[in-house]
T-cell receptor
Framework: DAGVTQSPTHLIKTRGQQVTLRCSPI?????VSWYQQVLGQGPQFIFQ???????GRGNFPDRFSARQFPNYSSELNVNALLLGDSALYLCASSPDGSLAETQYFGPGTRLLVL | AQSVTQPDIHITVSEGASLELRCNYS??????LFWYVQSPGQGLQLLLK??????LVQGIKGFEAEFKRSQSSFNLRKPSVHWSDAAEYFCAVGATGGFKTIFGAGTRLFVKA
C-alpha cells in the first residue's frame, strides 16, 4: 500500500503570496493532521481534520487554513506569506485521528519564502 | 499546558556503544508518550509509544523506552547503536483521549565508526 503522499516536494514563494500544499492519506484513513517544522525545531501542530470536519487547531494565525475532501485528501493554504513561514510542512494520517492510533507521516513539503 | 523537553541538542556515540536519549514532559495526568525518528529527507517514523501498563516499552529497530512517572521522564535506549541509527529523534506527548501531539525540539544522533 502507498504511504502518505505530499505535493509538491519543494516550493519557493515570495513574501505576500499564497500557497497550497496537498496531502493524500493512506487508503482507509479518515483523519489528516498538518504540522509545521521550522529548521532546528520539532514539528508544531497546525490542524487536524476528521471526516471533513476540523477537529482542532494549533496556535497559528488565520492566514493558515485547511480543508479535507470527500476522498479524505487534504489541502493546507497559507495566505500573505511571511519569511517565518519557511519550513517543512508535514502531513500525517491515521484511521480516526485519536492518539491511540499510529500517525503515519508523509515526507513533507519544504517551503521557502523569499 | 503540555510540554516536552529534550535536554540534549546532539549526542555522539561510537558504533556498538549503548545509547540513551533523554526526554522530560510536563502534563497533569499520565499522557500518551511517543518517540519518533526522522532521517534526512524522510518523514517521521514512530519508534514506540506508551499509553498505560508496563512502563518498559519495546519498539522497532531494537529501541526501548521507560516511563518514569516520578521523574516525568520517558528516556529512549538502545543497547548497541548501528551507523544507520544516525538521525534526529523526537519525543512527543499527547493528552489522553486527545488528538494533538506536542513534540520536543529533537536530539540529533551522530554515530562514529
Amino acid at each position: 500500500d502507498a504511504g502518505v503522499t505530499q505535493s509538491p516536494t519543494h516550493l519557493i514563494k515570495t513574501r505576500g503570496q499564497q500557497v497550497t500544499l496537498r496531502c493524500s492519506p493512506i487508503s482507509g484513513h479518515k483523519s489528516v493532521s498538518w504540522y509545521q517544522q521550522v529548521l532546528g525545531q520539532g514539528p508544531q501542530f497546525i490542524f487536524q481534520y476528521y471526516e471533513k470536519e476540523e477537529r482542532g487547531r494549533g496556535n497559528f494565525p488565520d492566514r493558515f487554513s485547511a480543508r479535507q475532501f470527500p476522498n479524505y485528501s487534504s489541502e493546507l493554504n497559507v495566505n500573505a506569506l511571511l519569511l517565518g513561514d519557511s519550513a517543512l510542512y508535514l502531513c500525517a494520517s491515521s484511521p480516526d485521528g485519536s492518539l491511540a492510533e499510529t500517525q503515519y507521516f508523509g515526507p513533507g513539503t519544504r517551503l521557502l519564502v523569499l | 499546558a503540555q510540554s516536552v523537553t529534550q535536554p540534549d541538542i546532539h549526542i555522539t556515540v561510537s558504533e556498538g556503544a549503548s545509547l540513551e536519549l533523554r526526554c522530560n514532559y510536563s502534563y497533569g495526568a499520565t499522557p500518551y508518550l511517543f518517540w519518533y525518528v526522522q532521517s534526512p529527507g524522510q518523514g517521521l517514523q514512530l519508534l514506540l509509544k506508551y499509553f498505560s501498563g508496563d512502563t518498559l516499552v519495546q519498539g522497532i529497530k531494537g529501541f526501548e523506552a521507560e516511563f518514569k512517572r516520578s521523574q516525568s521522564s520517558f528516556n529512549l535506549r538502545k543497547p548497541s547503536v548501528h551507523w544507520s541509527d544516525a538521525a534526529e529523534y523526537f519525543c512527543a506527548v499527547g493528552a489522553t483521549g486527545g488528538f494533538k501531539t506536542i513534540f520536543g525540539a529533537g536530539t540529533r544522533l551522530f554515530v562514529k565508526a
